[in-house]
């Protein structure tokens, strides 16, 4: 697996597993599964890939999922549906703590079992509860991560 910077050409493929992952993921928010590709792919070239670093995970010329940064704080960690549990986010993650080596943060909502075992599992403690910003409006944790 290769992991490399984010290219627009990546755009498509890179949401394609963003918003299949999100639908599976995500089923109890209404909001999210209301979004189509086309407002995917508007959001994630509008606003994620300007505001953040993104590094996308690359097998055999397939993208198998992506990481976004704000500095230490992953704005978005997601694998291809049919690649999870296979060391892609954790690669991902490897990623995410070369570059910012001191802290890593994390928010993902409290119903997201998975989400927070990955996080649990990778050293990530839990040191905040609340409650997302719209459009979602769902009760969220805020995870932390120092070597």
């Known amino acids: 697996m290769r992991i490399h910077p984010y290219s627009p050409t990546d755009l498509h493929d890179v949401v ?8 599976r993921a995500f089923p109890y928010v ?11 792919e508007s959001h994630f070239r509008d606003v994620v890939a ?10 055999e ?12 704080l ?11 549990r296979s060391g892609v986010g954790a ?4 990623k995410a703590r070369q570059i910012s080596p001191k802290t890593l943060r994390a928010y993902t909502f409290r119903k997201n079992v998975a ?11 839990m040191v ?4 997302s910003p719209p459009p979602e409006n769902e009760p969220d944790l805020l995870y932390s991560w120092r070597p």
């Open 74 to 84: 992953i704005d978005q960690l997601f694998v291809r549906v049919g690649s999870q």
């Open 91 to 94: 690669s991902l993650l490897g």
């Open 128 to 131: 905040a509860e609340g409650v």
């Open 50 to 59: 300007k505001d953040c670093q993104v590094w996308v995970a690359e097998d």
């Open 16 to 23: 394609v597993v963003w918003h299949e992952s999100k639908r």
């Open 115 to 125: 989400a927070r075992a990955f996080f649990e599992k990778e050293g990530f403690v």
């Open 30 to 40: 209404e909001i999210q599964q209301s979004y189509t590709m086309q407002d995917d």
């Open 61 to 72: 010329g397939v993208i198998q999922g992506f990481i976004a940064m704000k500095a230490y």
